[in-house]
């Protein structure tokens, strides 16, 4: 598929009416429009802010069962993320890759290493059929400490190395989008919902605002999807569902030199968090906060230190302090709004709800399910409309960037292709797992311009020929968007020493908005 460039067209917004409108660009509007668009319906999908720019670019970027679940007894919930893990990476392999997790067993009040064994075995055998990574392997204390001396040995008993996977969320969010826009749907970002339309007392479209001209207007819809996340309460009103808002706070840290796998870890409270590996620096997160509205979904000083305590407590040999974070961001989930002991056991199962006649909306959910819960989306939209549903058939097309064979080999060509180019080997290296095949618009504009094979930032692994791609061809306005979503520059580096740099050259590019 053939998904960019990535074009927005409010003109035909404005001038159709659609079987469906979805509301937000995060990950489950944008598998909801493109699952929608595959199977015959007329689509629209728009996003007040940006693509993926609220909750889905603030994930733990992994696309994973969710071990701690098991913890839980959520079984049906991890045996579903594992299947989509395994459908996901066959569709998305340079989008999706393995990563291996070592999780350290101390001795003490939390589960014997016997019973996460079993969980573990659990976790291997929920994953039926052909999967993306190892089954997981027991290491002795001796061996973990060998491998990895930053770990505390104080009353270490071993620790067991798992697989799952990982992406980059901001950018599978964008591939998603455009291929809805390839299947058919309109897209168009900086556009919002200001006000549900009524006719005869059923939803019958909405009041956008196109918040580059200011122009407003409305669009007929016969059915409208809620899919604005934590937004989502907010558009409906008086009449929205208990729902639970969560937030969570990741920081960026430096590399872990030699060191290629993540960590599970368990913090003083007992919570676990992630220890990863990411664009050569090191994700940590997440903590879990209850807040009453989206806007609260910033970093606070408060989490920093308990993230790093956590980091501290089970690795201090790496003697991480506040002054080594580079970056940090906070997301906000929304969840069922039922009671427990902690928010780590409030439920991530998916509902879809009709709070309105016309309307449909989800609630509860993890991006790595995205996909799949958006056919039980557009099933009942089906169903709203009158329709029989068509056979949903996103589980079967590669996302776009997915090369033919296997991807390691395709990789290893097109690292050499970026390499005679200009470009550094990491920088290529990164460059084939964000775009696969759709490094060829890539190289052009290098051929074009040799300059822009550089590095945007000798810290961060992105060079100028893709940040000029995204304003031309991935529907970017402003450096926010290249530098956060496209790319996630800013969270890699401390400082805006590469802001001027950045904006020098994409300031003649149609359609950038410096400010």
């Known amino acids: 598929m053939n998904a960019f460039p990535f074009v927005r067209n409010v003109s035909a917004l404005r001038d159709g009416r659609f079987d469906v409108l979805v509301i937000g660009g995060g990950i489950y509007g944008a598998w909801t429009a493109y699952d929608a668009a595959s199977r015959g319906l007329s689509v629209a999908l728009v996003e007040k802010s940006d693509w993926g720019a609220g909750t889905s670019s603030a994930s733990s970027k992994l696309i994973h069962g969710g071990l701690r679940y098991l913890e839980h007894y ?3 919930l991890v045996r579903h993320a594992l299947k989509e893990r395994r459908t996901l990476y066959r569709i998305a392999p340079h989008l999706v890759r393995p990563l291996n997790f070592v999780l350290p067993m101390w001795k003490g009040p939390r589960a014997h290493p016997l019973m996460v064994s079993a969980g573990l075995t659990l976790y291997d055998l929920l994953a039926i059929g052909s999967h993306p990574v190892p089954r997981h392997k027991h290491h002795r204390a001796r061996e973990l400490l060998a491998r990895y001396p930053f770990v505390d040995p104080e009353r270490l008993l071993g620790g067991f190395r798992y697989g799952d996977c990982q992406e980059d969320d901001a950018r ?34 909405a009041r956008l605002k196109d918040l580059h001209t200011g122009e407003t207007f409305e669009v007929k819809a016969g059915v409208v ?40 870890l368990t913090a003083d409270d007992g919570r676990v968090f992630f220890v990863i590996p990411w664009y050569g620096r ?29 980091v501290r407590r089970g690795l201090p040999g790496l003697g991480w302090t506040e002054s080594d974070v580079v970056g940090r961001f906070a997301g906000v989930r929304m969840l069922q709004a039922e009671q427990s002991e902690s928010l780590s056991a409030v439920t ?33 939209v089906c169903r709203v409309l009158g329709r029989r549903p068509a056979r949903s058939v996103t589980h079967e097309r590669r996302l776009p960037g997915a090369p033919d064979g296997e991807f390691e080999h395709w990789q290893s060509q097109a690292i050499g292709q970026l390499a005679a180019a200009g470009v550094d080997q990491e920088a290529a290296r990164w460059l084939s797992m964000r775009h696969g095949t759709g490094i060829a618009a890539i190289l052009a504009l290098i051929r074009e311009r040799p300059a822009l094979a550089a590095r945007i930032d000798t810290q961060a692994p992105f060079v100028l020929a893709e940040a000029v791609h995204a304003v031309r061809a991935e529907m970017a306005a402003s450096l926010d968007d290249v530098a956060r979503r496209r790319m996630p520059l800013s969270l890699l580096v401390a400082g805006d020493g590469w802001r001027a740099r950045l904006a020098a050259v994409l300031e003649s590019e149609p359609g950038f908005r410096a400010g």
Request: hydrophobic residues 40%; contains cysteine.
């Open 172 to 205: 599978m969010t964008l591939v998603v989008a455009a291929s809805a826009q390839a299947s058919g749907a309109v897209c168009a970002n900086r556009v919002a919902a200001e006000a549900l339309v009524e006719d005869g007392g059923r939803v019958a479209g």
């Open 282 to 310: 090191t994700l940590v997160g997440t903590t879990e906060q209850e807040v009453k509205h989206p806007s609260e979904g910033v970093p606070t000083d408060e989490e920093t230190r308990y993230l790093l305590a956590g």
């Open 348 to 380: 991530r199962e998916f509902e879809v709800l009709q709070p309105r006649p016309g309307l449909v909306m989800h609630v509860g959910g993890k991006y790595t399910t995205s996909r799949s819960d958006s056919t039980e989306i557009v099933d009942t």
């Open 74 to 76: 959520e079984f049906a």
């Open 225 to 264: 999807v809620n899919a604005a996340g934590p937004w989502a309460p907010f558009l409906l009103g008086e009449r929205a569902p208990r729902v639970k808002l969560i937030k969570g706070t990741h920081l960026i840290l430096p590399a872990i030199a030699g060191c290629n796998e993540a960590f599970l």
